[in-house]
C-alpha cells in the first residue's frame, strides 16, 4: 500500500457500498487482505473480529455515520464491505459492537480531535 500524502480532500460524488464476496489474490496471506485496500472498482474493508456480532465503518466518506455502512461478515470470522469512493484522502474508523477504534490493519494513521486515531487510505 502507498503512503498517503495527508490534504484536505472532497468526498462528493457520494459512494456505493457493495457487499459482495471477494477471493483474496493468488500469492497473499489472509491477515495481508485485512485493512483498506484500492481495487479496480472501490475500495475493500476487511476486519478480522471474530467475535463480534455488529461491524460498521464511519468516515468522512458517510458523514462518520456507522449506520450507513455495515460490514458483512464473512465464514473466517473476517468482516467486509466494498465501498465506490472518488478521487482523494479519506479518514475512517471501524465501530466493533457499538465501539470505535482505528482500523489495526492500516498502518496510515493521523490523529483525530478526541485523543486518538483515525486510519486513512487515499484513492487514486
Known sequence: ???????KSSTSGGTMV??????????TSSTE???????????LFVAYS??????????????WQPDKTQMRR???????????????VYRYRLVVDGKWQQDPHNKI???NPYG???SVIRVN
Not at 500500500?1 to 490534504?7: A, D, E, F, G
Not at 457493495?18 to 500469492?27: A, D, L
Not at 464473512?74 to 482523494?88: A, T
Open 50 to 63: 471474530p467475535q463480534a456480532s455488529k461491524v460498521q465503518i464511519a468516515g468522512d466518506f458517510n458523514s
Open 18 to 27: 457493495s457487499t459482495m464476496p471477494q477471493s483474496k489474490p493468488m500469492g
Open 74 to 88: 464473512n465464514d473466517d470470522g473476517s468482516w467486509q464491505v466494498k465501498l465506490r469512493l472518488s478521487k482523494g
Open 33 to 43: 487482505m485485512y485493512g483498506a485496500h484500492q481495487v479496480e472498482d472501490g475500495v
Open 1 to 7: 500500500m502507498r503512503t498517503p500524502r495527508i490534504s
Open 109 to 111: 494513521t493521523e490523529p
Open 116 to 118: 486518538e486515531l483515525n
